[in-house]
């Protein structure tokens, strides 16, 4: 991967509905040969899809949580089948430590969020904290820079 193939990453991140010619002008490429990198990081995974970022808030979710959940009491499995139905989590991360999950959710109001953690105790311990503020709340991803 080169620098181009970097900033065309940046590019994309920042807008992905950038059109190939509008990528063209910004990177000083022809046309066929944005659209040969762009199909070629597709290729390598790198790219992995196209998709929006929404505004929470603008959907009717105002209430961001981070969900803990610890000492699973069902299989694995079971969990995170269930999770993955629940529409109000947006993420879900099994990590290694105290914690077994991480949980990002989204919710629309205190009564939401009620419903969401009772629907949750049965599976484990759930310790929740609501988000207040986020300093980062999306980055922009690049490849790491080789050290030597």
């Known amino acids: 991967m080169d620098q181009i ?12 509905r950038m059109t190939i010619s509008e990528l063209s002008n910004e990177l000083a490429l022809s046309r066929p040969s944005i659209t040969e990198r762009m199909h070629r ?23 961001l949580l981070i969900i803990q959940v610890s000492e699973v009491k069902v299989p694995l499995q079971e969990f995170e089948e269930f999770i993955q ?10 990590v290694t430590g105290e914690v077994s999950y991480f949980l990002k ?15 949750l105790i049965p ?5 929740t904290s609501t988000v207040i503020g986020s300093p980062v709340a999306y980055r922009y991803i690049l490849p ?3 050290k030597k």
């Open 105 to 119: 959710a989204a919710v629309s109001n205190m009564n939401s969020m009620r419903m969401l953690i009772d629907k």
């Open 41 to 63: 990081l597709q290729e390598r995974g790198v790219i992995e899809e196209f998709s929006a970022r929404v505004s929470l808030p603008a959907v009717g979710r105002e209430i």
């Open 5 to 16: 193939d970097i900033q065309l990453l940046k590019l994309l991140q920042k807008n992905s």
């Open 123 to 127: 599976f484990g311990n759930i310790n």
């Open 144 to 146: 790491t820079e080789n």
């Open 85 to 94: 139905q629940e529409e109000e989590v947006i993420e879900c991360h099994r």
